[in-house]
T-cell receptor, first 113, second 111 residues
């Protein structure tokens, strides 16, 4: 198993550009989530999904969209990038119930200029 | 509001000494609590969790945590620290399909 994979590993964007961060898992996990990690802030939940076709907002959803068309994939879209979205983004997945062990991807480092 | 707090940004301990990384929680109802570790330029890795049952929870790599309801704490412990334990440690709580992470504690084990 590859586990949780994320692409790209690093990305530089200009303010106003859009992009999609990819996340995939091959463990048939129902629960998937996106976090951003900022210095001194820990990890904050952006969006999560409890299964294909079901998504919901986390703590910091503004400026981000998600969709879950398959069990395996959970892309995160930045519609119009802002410097405040400079961060490291982590995707995670777990079985249900969601308090099972979460498996994290290696992260995507995003710089918005 | 559901939250966890890690009062120490940095903990230094000598190799071979016991280590403690502190976490306090503020959750309604029965708390679901977790510890994760992050090595440099890596994603988080699960260490242990408390859902119910024994207050002392044993996890990966020799770590354990003690759930204390009266003090609303869930401190991470290890009897003898290794240099390889140096990493960033996160406490987290779960409720309503959402996880809430603390701000992290950087542990340095000094040879």
């Amino acid at each position: 198993n590859a586990g949780v994979t994320q692409t790209p590993k690093f990305q530089v964007l200009k303010t106003g550009q859009s992009m999609t961060l990819q996340c995939a898992q091959d463990m048939n996990h129902e629960y998937m989530s996106w976090y951003r990690q900022d210095p001194g802030m820990g990890l904050r939940l952006i969006h999560y999904s409890v299964g294909a076709g079901i998504t919901d907002q986390g703590e910091v959803p503004n400026g981000y969209n998600v969709s879950r068309s398959t069990t395996e994939d959970f892309p995160l879209r930045l519609l119009s990038a802002a410097p405040s979205q400079t961060s490291v983004y982590f995707c995670a997945s777990s079985r249900t119930p969601p308090w099972e062990t979460q498996y994290f991807g290696p992260g995507t480092r995003l710089l918005v200029l | 509001a559901q939250s966890v707090a890690q009062p120490e940004d940095q903990v230094n301990v000598a190799e071979g000494n016991p280590l403690t990384v502190k976490c306090t929680y503020s959750v309604s109802g029965n708390p679901y609590l977790f510890w994760y570790v992050q090595y440099p330029n890596r994603g988080l890795q699960f260490l242990l969790k408390y859902i119910t049952g024994d207050n002392l929870v044993k996890g990966s790599y020799g770590f354990e945590a003690e759930f204390n309801k009266s003090q609303t704490s869930f401190h991470l412990k290890k009897p003898s620290a290794l240099v390889s334990d140096s990493a960033l440690y996160f406490c987290a709580s779960y409720t309503g399909n959402q996880f809430y992470f603390g701000t992290g504690t950087s542990l340095t084990v000094i040879p």
